[in-house]
């Protein structure tokens, strides 16, 4: 299997993972607790044609703050409180969202902090050749926090990589293995490493431009939801313009 990390642009057409830590992924996360589907948007204007169009919810943001006129901003705690009085919503973000407009692969999942390892898991079952994580950025620019989540959910895909080798395999050296034979990238195996230290991992992604930025405009809670570890099951998929909680085909 081969497993890499990009970032706004994929190339796989197997599988990608949409990462935008702060605050996508989990917004869009916790919303599935709420709502049946998610339609992104890629700008304000077509947010509000979509929400009018089928009778949406309206969330959304731009450099962090709530848009004029919708109901929601990108703040996965103002949704969790939200009482929902619809069963859908359409959503824009200044980065995670933007970034599945040109994706395309088969099947494109939402993963971060919050989801890594059902994300992790999911992905393995799905993908038939490569997987590939990308990062939304901030403002087209890297963003450490996109980085440190994308390798909690690349270290879950590592441990179930190793679960599912070969006994002799497993008798070999392990770090050589997934260095020569896994199919994870070097740039993806340096993202696990850095993630590895929780408390290090936090603090980075809580001084870090978009963290800093929350702070300032008053979502600090929603960085401290953002940056907890596996407390979801649950995992988006995009499919057909809109994005579903994803349930296997009974």
């Known amino acids: 299997m081969k497993v890499s990390l990009s970032f706004e642009k994929g190339s796989s057409k197997d599988l990608s993972i949409v990462v935008d830590a702060l605050r996508a992924s989990t917004t869009i996360t916790v919303a599935l607790d ?11 204007e077509q947010a509000i044609e979509i929400a009018k169009e089928k009778n949406l ?10 848009l004029e006129g919708f109901e929601l901003g990108n703040s996965p705690t103002e949704i969790k409180q939200y009482e929902a009085s619809k069963d859908s919503l359409v959503l824009t973000t200044s980065n995670g969202v933007r970034i599945m407009e040109n994706m395309e692969s088969e099947i494109i999942l939402i993963g971060g902090f919050v989801n890594a390892k059902a994300c992790a898991k999911l992905a393995l079952e799905l993908a038939t050749e490569e997987i590939e994580l990308v990062m939304g950025g901030i403002n087209k620019t890297f963003a450490i926090e996109d980085f440190l989540a994308a390798g909690e959910i690349l270290y879950w895909i590592q441990e179930e990589l190793k679960n599912n080798a070969s006994e002799d395999r497993l008798n070999s050296n392990d770090e050589d293995y997934f260095k020569e034979e896994s199919g994870i990238s070097e740039y993806a195996l340096s993202a696990i490493l850095a993630s590895r230290d929780k408390e290090l991992a936090d603090k980075i992604c809580i001084e870090s431009k978009s963290g800093r930025r929350l702070t300032y405009l008053g979502y600090k809670d929603d960085i401290t939801l953002c940056i907890k570890r596996n407390i979801s099951e649950k995992v988006g998929i995009y499919k057909d313009g809109k994005i579903r909680l994803y349930k296997p085909n009974k």
Do not use: D, Q
């Open 34 to 44: 709420k709502f049946k589907e998610i339609y992104p948007a890629y700008t304000p």
């Open 57 to 66: 919810i309206l969330a959304g943001e731009r450099k962090g703050r709530k």
